[in-house]
């Protein structure tokens, strides 16, 4: 007997049979029909930003930003795109942070990193002077 893999969908909450875009068909069909609305907007309006788009499509923001993440609508393309920053929401077109959440993020990395090799640095000196002693 086979077990069939069966989940929960993410998206509407369906048991659905496990696929490789875990989600159900009803699902995915819903999302390739947001697509498709979403680019035939965009063929009309190339500049359209994410919020008219929204509007314009009825299909949410958050789908939106999925379709630009995964670069099924490239910002490149399409210059008015955008999506929030996952930190501040701060609108951005590239990585999942914007510029300064990004830089923050690096320095804390690296006030972490100092402290790490100060901390190292003290043990190293403890080690010389046990050895000069000897
Ligand atoms: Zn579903
Ligand atoms: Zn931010």
Do not use: W
């Not at 907007?41 to 789908?63: D, F, I, P, Q, W």
């Amino acid at each position: 007997m086979t077990m069939l893999k069966v989940a929960n969908c993410p998206n509407c909450g369906k048991v659905f049979q496990k696929n490789l875009r875990n989600l159900c068909q009803d699902c995915i069909d819903q999302v390739h029909g947001d697509f498709d609305r979403c680019e035939a907007y965009l063929r009309g309006n190339r500049k359209a930003s994410t919020e008219e788009l929204s509007k314009g499509t009825g299909v949410s923001a958050k789908r939106i930003a999925e379709f630009i993440v995964s670069n099924r609508l490239p910002v490149a393309y399409y210059p008015g795109l955008t999506y929030p920053c996952n930190s501040c929401g701060l609108p951005i077109r590239q990585h999942h942070l914007c510029s300064s959440c990004r830089i923050r993020i690096v320095n804390d990395i690296q006030k972490m990193n100092q402290q790490e090799a100060k901390r190292k640095e003290r043990g190293i000196g403890f080690q010389i002077r046990d050895r000069l002693s000897r």
